[in-house]
């Protein structure tokens, strides 16, 4: 059986609209399907329509974003990571999830914000705007975005070169956020049915 649980939109990162990914799963062959944006789930309704008109089982998804620190017994000098915790047959409609999801969301434009003036003090201007025009969400506005937007401006090569030498911990364009706690998100996903 050919399973895809784990692909994003433009309402998150992607490059495609909902619609779009699922006639690619289709296409390769894919049987069961999930659209999982980062910390949205406003594609679902029509990933799902799209699916159903193609014959593809769809499944309500979501992958969130997650601020984790392990046990200090596991890593007592590890100061934490971001982790992206997949959230599978959710209903979009619950209460805490969209509340919660609608948080996490709400915080990135400080983040985006401090990115982009973080880019400027080492000479790379109009980030934000750059980044912005690969967004078709505003809410969901990612470091992906920016390197999408360092390409374009022809500081990197392409998205890689972007994170390693600006995008990742310890580098100019890297802004630490505070996610969910993985027992929040966990939460959420089995709250919503998942």
């Not at 969130?64 to 997949?86: A, D, E, L, M, Q």
């Not at 400080?110 to 400027?120: H, I, N």
Request: aromatic share 6%.
């Amino acid at each position: 059986m050919n399973v895809d649980l784990h692909s994003h939109s433009i309402i998150s990162d992607g490059l495609l609209k909902p619609a779009e990914v699922a006639a690619k799963a289709h296409a390769n062959g894919c049987e069961i399907w999930a659209l999982t944006d980062h910390d949205e789930m406003r594609g679902n309704p029509e990933a799902r329509a799209a699916a159903t008109e193609l014959g593809l089982r769809h499944v309500n998804g979501v992958e969130i974003s997650v601020s984790w620190k392990p046990p200090v017994s596991i890593s007592p000098k590890h100061k934490g990571s971001t982790i992206h915790v997949v959230g599978l047959q959710v209903d979009p409609s619950n209460p805490a999830l969209v509340a919660g999801l609608q948080g996490i969301r709400s915080g990135r434009n400080e983040r985006a914000a401090g990115m982009a003036f973080d880019l400027a003090r080492v000479g790379i201007h109009g980030a934000l705007e750059g980044a912005k025009k690969y967004a078709l969400n505003p809410d969901l506005l990612s470091r992906t975005h920016f390197a999408r937007f360092l390409v374009e401006a022809k500081h990197v090569r392409d998205t890689n070169h972007a994170f390693m030498k600006y995008l990742t911990e310890g580098k100019p364009g890297y802004v630490e956020h505070q996610w969910a706690t993985l027992a929040e998100a966990v939460g959420w996903i089995i709250g919503a049915g998942g």
